[in-house]
């Protein structure tokens, strides 16, 4: 498959995406919320919208990182995965309600959100919030151009 695009080809567009992707993501790595439920909700939400080139990403990264193999399986199914911890299970159900907005009239529910509230302090609910919004834009700008997957290297954007 080939892209319909290539974002660093193009001027405009690569200075785009520097500093979208390269700072806004240096950000939230840099945050208080733990790396580990930051590479579980990226492929989460990565999982949802079919973006196959973040989904490679994030299981890459987070395979290299210390991740099990058994987790990265488990994460689309994580409701019925033992492997889960309270906080972790929070933020890859806020990830879904904040994905699939459109599939819910309401939104993120506030029993979701309370969840979510009652695992992590105000600065790593403000970063899981962002972290959902940026993949969400990821994923639509890798999926309209049909970015190849596959290729990725651990920690090559870090």
Known sequence: MDARLDYFADPTAGRILK?????????????????????????????????????????KDAAAAGESAVRLHLVAAWREAAVFTGPERAALELAEQGTRIAD?????????WARAAGHFDHEQLTALAVLISFMNTANRLNVITRQPAGSHEAGQFH
Do not use: Y
Request: with cysteine; charged share 15%; net charge negative.
């Open 19 to 59: 500093h979208l992707m390269m700072s806004a993501g240096r950000i939230l790595k840099d945050s208080p919320l733990p790396a580990a439920t930051q590479e579980l909700v990226a492929l989460r939400v990565s999982q949802i919208n079919g973006c196959a080139l973040c989904i490679d990403m994030h299981s």
């Open 104 to 112: 819910a009239a309401g939104g993120v529910s506030d029993e979701v």
